[in-house]
Structure formats: C-alpha cells, structure tokens
C-alpha cells in the first residue's frame, strides 16, 4: 500500500469497505479486498483502526472490520509498537469495552479477544499489579453499569488460557526461568487468590507442574525457577479447600491440584524435607475429604509414594548397600505417621451404605470399585509400615466393632468393613505373626450370621489360607473355620461363592493336615451337590469344592488314592449313568446341562488329583460310560465340549497310564468327527498328540487319526468363505497341525496329507478371524522351521516337494497380506513366516517376493520403497539377520494402505483370493 496521510487512508478505508460490500462489479469488489488486506499489515493499521472505532459516525461493517483487524494486530505484530504504547492501547481498549457494553455484539467480542491477546504480551506490573484478572476486578466493582462487557472479557480469558495449556502439552523448549515470569503464568496463578477458580486457569497451572517434570535438558534441577513459583501459590488453598462454605467445584479444583503436585513431584517428596512434608499434609487433608470422588484424587500419589519410598531402585545413586539402607530406614520412618493415619482416613470408605439393598447395578458396581481402592491403598500403607503393623491398626478398629455384637443396635457394616480391610493386607502378613491373626481367627466363629459379613469373613479366611498353614499355632483353629466355611455355603448364593473359593483355598494350602479329616471333608461335598441340608452352591462353584478334595487326594499313598478318587468319582459317575440308561431317545432330549455339570467335576479330578496310576485306573473304568455319551450326544457342541475337556485332562494327567484305552478313544474320535464336524475333537487329538506323540506302540493309531482328521478338515475348508464360515475348525485344525509338527513330524511330514494341509493353509492364510489365521501362520512358520532346523534335516527333501512347487504363490499371498489383506495387527505373524521362508529357501524366496513386488502398480509403491523391502529380505537371506526386515516390511505396509484406493489397487494386482488355481486334493 503506497504511503498515505492516517485521514486519506481512513476515508479510502470507508470507500473500499463500501465496494466490498455493495459494488456489483466483481472486478472492484476484488481490487477492494485487495487494498483491504494490504492495509491489514501496514503499521498505519492501528491508529487508523482505532480512530474509526471511536467514530461515532462508523457503521458497522466498519465498527467489525476495525475491531478483527486490532485484534489481528495485537496477535501478531503487537512487537511493530515502542513500549510506551501499551497503557494509551490498553485504555483505548477499555473504553471501547465500555462504550459497546449494549451492543453491537460482534464487536465487543473482537474487543474482548483484543484486550485478552493483549495480557499474553506485557508483564503483570503493566497491568497495575495482580494482572489483568485483578485489573479487571477493580473495574468491576468500579463500574458495575458495564458489566455485560466485563463478563464477557471473562469468558475470553479462559479461551487464552486453554490455548496456552494446549501449548504447554506440545511444547517443551522453553525454559522454566521464562515460564516463571510469563504473563500468562503470572495471569494464571494470580486467578488462584479469587474466590472462583477459573477451570482454564487450574488448566494451565497443572500443565505447567507436569511441565516441570517432563523430559527435558537439565532434569528437576533446572525446572527449579519454576517450580518455586508454582508451589507456595498452590499451598496458598490449603485455608480455602478446609472452609466449608467453599463451592464444590473450586473445592474439587484445588484438589486437583494438590494431587497434580504430589503425583509429579513424589520422588522429591520422598525425601522427607519440611516443604514436602507441608505437601504431604495437604495432600492428606484432601484424603479425609468427605467425597470419595475428591478424595480419591490422592490415591495414585499414595501408591508412587510407597513405590519411592520402598524399592531400591530410589536409591540407587546412594552407592553402597549400607548407605541405602540407612536412608531408605529414614525415610520410612519419617512417613510412618502419613501412612498409619491414612489408614484411619481410607478405611471407612469400605463400609457397606445403609441403602444398600436399594442401589442401582452401576451405584453397587462403583461401590465395590472403591472398595477395591481402598484395599489398594492399605496394601500399600502395609509396604511402608510392614503387614503385622498395619493388621494391628486394623485389629483394633475390628475389636471396637465387635464388642457388642450382641446386643440389638449392633453395627455389623462396621465389622465387616473392618474384617474386609484386614482381609486386604492377608498377603503382607507374615507367618510369624500371631500376636493379632490368633484373636481375629478366636473372633470369627462368634460372628453373627449376617450375609455379607459371613461372606466377607469366609473370603478372609480364604486369604489367610498360607498363614493357617505356615503357623502351628492355627492348627487347633481348623475345625471352627470348616465349620464356618459349611455355614456360608448355605446363608446365600454370594456366601456360598465365597466359602467354596474360601473351601479350596484351605485345602490347597492345609492339604496334608486335612489328609486325616477326608471323611469330613467328603460329607461336605457330598451335601453340597447334592442339595442336602439346606446348600446354596451352584454347579460352578461346586468345581472348587471338587478341586479342594483332589488336592488333599494327592497327598495320600497310592493305594488310599484310589480309594477315595473313586468314590469322590462316583458323585458324577452314577448320575451319568442313570442318564444313560434311560435309553437313546430320552437321552437326545435332555438339556446339556444334565450332562456337564457331572463331566465338568470329572473333569477337575482328573486335573488335579496328581496320581497318573490312579486317574489312570479310574478313566479307564469311566471310559465305557464316556463313550456312550460320545454315541448319543456327539451333535451337542456344550456336551461334547465338556467331555474332551475331561479326557483332555484324563491324557495329560494319566500319560501312559491309559495307554490301553487312547485307541478306542481315538477311534470315537475320529467316526464321531466325520460325522459331526465338533472342533473340540481336534483339540482332544492336539492333546493325545503332544503326549504321545513320540510312544512308538501308538505309531499306527495316531497315522490313522491324523489322515482321518486332516482329510476330512481339508474337505470342508476348499475356500476363503468356508475358513470365514468355520473358524473354529480352521483354528484348531492348524493347532493340531503344528503339534504335529513338534511332537511327531516322523508320522504327519511323510503322510499323503501333508501337501493337502499345506494348500489348505495357504487358502486360508488371509481368514479374518484372529485366532484362526495366527493358527495357520504358526502352522506355515512351523513347516518352515523344521525345514531349516538341524533336526529336520531328515524331512527336508519332503518338505521341499511341498513348499518349492508353492513358493511363489505363498510369497505373493504373503505379500498380499502385508500390504492390506490381513490387519496391521496381525503384520508380526506375517513377517515371521516370511522370515522362515527366506531362512528356509535364500535367493529363491528372494525371487519369489520380487515376482510379487513387481505385480503392485508403480502408482502405488515407488521403485526405491520396492528395493527397501527386497533389500532387506536379501540381507536376510545371506546373513540370517531378522532385526533389519521389519522396518521396511512396515513401510511397505503403510505406504500400500496410505488410502482406500491405493490399498484396492494394491490388492487387486495380487489377487490373494483368486489363487483358485491351489488345488486341496
């Protein structure tokens, strides 16, 4: 813009305005905008912009036009103005604020983003002292009449501070000496001495406390300036957080705040100076908070505090063992007084609320979630204070509880919370402790029968399970706690739960004490499933009760093994057997249920009770049983899924104890597969394989198994869409494929079936199903490895009449697969067989992957992006070094699914599922 008077160019500003808004000539329309965009920039800009805002003859195009550009100006070129003109600019402002407080509206705002851009640039002593916030607060209670303006400079405000808090989390480069004295910071901060506390403002100030502590040069050392600033104005709320008249959402602010600065500043607060011990105090005024949510906020603070105050690595630029010690002891010390009243200040937050019963699922949801919390924070209270001091503390508030339980107005939610508290720290308990776990173990049998505390008591028996163990001195406890244990399993169904896991978990750890006690211990099973005496435990938690007796059964002599084995079997075996004796038509009618709630606990004998001869002799007796169900029920998937889950356990318990019966049962398998199609019989075959695999006397049966598995799985699986349809039998047909592989490749590798499997594979290589495809990739890497392996050298010519007819093709499938057929998620898997076959087969993958790069159109992957990729496998193929292939494997990828078209032209060129040409013989 050519040099011009202020008075020309406001009156050719008025022109240009006019013709940008009222000339119908298009061309003059352009040219005015043009002029008015110059003039955007030029330094005549101010003046001449806000002579016309104070015109009282401006319209209010003008008016709007005037005020964007001052605003504009301040933005960005506010350093084309001496600092003198900072007070005329600001008071010009302001009367303008003023002046447009009843309209119009969109210029006011203009001014207000104006006067807020302004504070970010000059200092808070230019604003009178205190910033602008307390500038304008002066002003509003100066000048109530022009409170629409002042409100809304208000809410602009926060806008700027937003922006700045955005900032600081993207922007890591400016020093904490600048930050200290930054407008900005100086405008935040001095918004902590209102009565509100601007959410923007608390925005601002934690970003600026992770700021500190983020990675940058020089560590907490050169953030100091910083961090001097911004400590003793957050300590400055601890007198507002404690009034009660404080509003709930300044209260949850400075909360956060607190929080914010215990979080980031924990390892120095773990060295227990003064100033941190002041931070410490607050942060346990905000754990007595009354609102779990507020309170909560310190949780995390706590956790990373027993962290750096416990683990050796804190200490670690100490030196010497010794030196560690003796400052972590001193630092311990110091906070032990924090931690034992943190206890007094979490440990009622467990208590059950008195309308309870009334509560909503997500409301009983979240309450269970805070107790989790809390238990948490205990746990770590126990890290510091050790277990035995803290199960003290928690004692006393048990025995103030149960003092009285007798009488009417007993609180038994105050027990219970106490009991769950003590239950929390079981794990940090040590055996040696009897002084306090001896009364509360004398206590537990005169509790009254209330659900929840019965429930609660039963679960903290079961966590103390080792500690009655360790202790001699628990031994005579024993009897009052089964006994216990029986009463929960009949007050309710959550009782029950929690006295059957309670059950295993004393038996498991107690199992060669309770060896004597089996009779008893059998009577409670029995009465269990069976419904007698009042019992309310479901058919899932009966597992656990089946499991405690497996447990104590293993400890037992072989001869009195088998004894109490079968007749801890014939608690299923005879309701399954007048089942079955109904006759096939009755039989096929019944719901699965009636069947594997009965297999399922056959199932956890064989898989806990460790007496291979035993369970041996015991499925073999069973086994004419199991293969009547397999005769009448082999289309029912839940039936047929428990009872290979039974014989899966039998096998790998038993090994070559049931040696005698793997044939007969290989043999149900294999007729009951053909004709129902039920993949847990693969599963079921992947276990006998892994077994027996090897055993020579199983050589004939296991070839048989596999080509009748594996050739009628082939003949369901010919295309892409029937691996999408059947997943299931995909997955764990490859699963059995690759114990195959590992266990016994001297009986699958020479098979007839092995090069139809292997086309199989490479039809379903691209199946979207996670499991299934990882299953077929783990399948192809396996057949692959042997190749390459120095055992298998002596599969290696057979493997490659298979693999080298099919290189090409599975190369370019593979190909496929990375650069879009198959999700980025499953790019590892595709890499690793690539892998294999480079390892496997050299420059002739080599050439395989560059037929298949060749394929993609140049539009798509550029000639330098192809050669990174075949270099790398190059690399690969004369050095047997993986690490440099997956880089650009992934660059490969990303750049083929760059975006929707590339990727479908990519795909469209290899053609993955049309490879139609792979026949599955």
């Known amino acids: 813009m050519p040099a011009m008077a202020a008075a020309e160019v406001q009156k050719t500003l008025v022109e240009a305005l006019t013709a940008l808004y009222r000339s119908p000539d298009s061309s003059v329309r352009n040219q005015a905008n043009h002029w008015l965009q110059e003039f955007q920039h030029s330094v005549l800009a101010w003046e001449v912009s806000d002579s016309l805002l104070h015109d009282a003859n401006s319209n209010l195009e003008t008016l709007l036009f005037c005020s964007q550009t001052l605003k504009t100006k301040i933005q960005r070129d506010f350093e084309e103005l001496p600092a003198a003109a900072f007070c005329p600019l600001r008071d010009s402002l302001y009367a303008l604020l003023k002046h447009l407080s009843s309209g119009p509206s969109k210029v006011r705002t203009q001014i207000c983003i104006a006067l807020a851009s302004l504070a970010v640039h000059v200092p808070m002593e230019d604003w009178g002292g205190g910033g602008i916030l307390n500038w304008l607060k002066q002003e509003m209670n100066s000048s109530p009449d022009y409170m629409p303006s002042f409100l809304e400079l208000l809410a602009i405000l926060p806008q700027v ?474 289309w029912d998937m839940r039936t047929m899924e428990a009872l290979c889950r039974a014989c899966k356990y039998a096998v790998r318990t038993s090994g070559q104890f049931i040696v005698v019966t793997i044939g007969d049962m290989l043999s149900v398998v294999q007729e009951q597969y053909q004709l129902h199609h039920q993949p847990c019989f693969l599963y079921l075959s992947s276990e006998v394989i892994k077994i027996f695999g090897s055993e020579p006397s199983c050589a004939n049966y296991l070839g048989c198994l596999i080509e009748s598995l594996f050739r009628h799985t082939t003949h369901l699986l010919t295309k892409i869409e029937e691996f999408t349809a059947r997943p299931d039998i995909a997955d764990d047909c490859f699963l059995l494929a690759s114990r195959c592989i590992r266990y016994c490749p001297h009986i699958f590798v020479p098979s007839s079936i092995f090069s139809s499997l292997v086309d199989c594979s490479i039809v379903g290589i691209t199946v979207q199903h996670r499991e299934a495809c990882n299953s077929i990739l783990t399948f192809m890497s396996d057949v692959l490895d042997l190749a390459s392996s120095v055992n298998g050298q002596d599969y290696r010519a057979m493997i490659d009449s298979v693999v080298l007819p099919r290189g090409s093709i599975v190369t370019r499938i593979l190909v496929a697969s990375i650069t879009g057929a198959l999700p980025t998620s499953r790019l590892e898997e595709v890499s690793y067989v690539l892998r294999s076959l480079t390892r496997a087969y050299g420059l002739r993958a080599c050439e395989w992957a560059k037929e298949a790069i060749l394929l993609i159109p140049s539009t798509a992957v550029t000639e330098s992006e192809s050669s990174r990729f075949l270099n790398a496998l190059s690399k690969l193929a004369s050095e047997a070094d993986s690490s440099a292939l997956f880089g650009p494997l992934e660059e490969l990828s990303d750049v083929c699914r760059r975006n929707r078209a590339v990727q479908e032209s990519v795909q469209g060129a290899l053609k993955p599922h049309q490879l139609n040409f792979v026949r599955v013989s």
């Open 161 to 634: 501070l937003e922006a700045f808090a955005s900032w600081l989390r993207l922007n890591h480069g400016i020093s904490a000496a600048t930050l200290a004295s930054h407008p900005l910071v100086v405008a935040a901060l001095s918004s902590l001495r209102f009565n509100s506390l601007p959410d923007a403002a608390v925005n601002v100030i934690c970003e600026l406390i992770r700021y500190t502590v983020s990675e940058s040069p020089g560590g907490l050392s050169a953030q100091m300036p910083l961090i001097q600033v911004l400590v003793p104005h957050v300590m400055g709320l601890r007198d507002q957080f404690k009034d009660p008249s404080k509003d709930e959402d300044d209260v949850k602010a400075m909360a956060r705040l607190f929080s914010d600065m215990g979080d980031s500043y924990v390892d120095m607060i773990a060295t227990g100076s003064d100033e941190s011990m002041m931070i410490v105090q607050a942060l346990l005024e905000v754990a007595a908070h009354p609102d779990y949510d507020i309170a909560s906020m310190t949780f995390n603070f706590w956790h990373s505090l027993q962290v750096s105050l416990t683990e050796w690595e804190s200490y670690s630029s100490l030196g010497t063992e010794n030196a560690i010690r003796a400052e972590r002891d001193r630092r311990i010390a110091m906070f032990r007084p924090t931690f034992e009243t943190l206890i007094s200040l979490v440990a009622f937050r467990v208590q059950y609320p008195q309308d309870y019963e009334d509560l909503s699922k997500e409301d009983r949801r979240d309450f269970r979630q805070t107790r989790y919390a809390v238990g948490d924070i205990i746990i770590d209270a126990a890290s510091v204070l050790g277990g035995d001091a803290v199960v003290k503390i928690l004692f006393m508030n048990f025995v103030k509880s149960v003092g009285n339980c007798e009488a009417n107005d007993w609180n038994w939610r105050s027990s219970e919370a106490a009991l769950y508290c003590i239950r929390s720290v079981a794990n940090a308990v040590p055996s040696h402790e009897v002084e306090v776990m001896l009364q509360v173990f004398a206590i537990l049998p005169k509790l009254p029968h209330q659900p929840q505390l019965l429930q609660t008591t039963c679960l903290t028996i079961g966590a103390y399970s080792t500690w009655l163990n360790a202790s001699s001195a628990a031994l005579p406890f024993l009897p009052s706690i089964i006994d216990i244990l029986t009463r929960g399993m009949s007050a309710s169904e959550d009782s029950a739960a929690a006295a059957c896991m309670a059950f295993r978990h004393v038996c498991d750890a107690c199992r060669t004490k309770l060896c004597g006690s089996l009779d008893g211990l059998f009577h409670i099973y029995h009465r269990a499933v069976s419904g007698e005496g009042g019992y309310r435990v479901c058919a899932e938690d009966s597992l656990q009760l089946v499991e405690a007796l497996s447990v104590v059964i293993t400890e037992l002599s072989s001869d009195q093994a088998k004894k109490a084995l079968e007749a801890l079997c014939l608690q299923a075996v005879n309701p399954l057997q007048e089942i079955i004796n109904q006759g096939v038509e009755p039989v096929k009618q019944l719901n699965p249920t009636k069947f594997t709630v009965h297999i399922d606990r056959l199932a956890n004998i064989f898989r806990y009770v460790n007496h291979p001869e035993a369970v041996g002799d015991a499925f073999e007796r069973i086994w004419p049983l199991f293969k009547a169900i397999f005769d009448y029920r082999a």
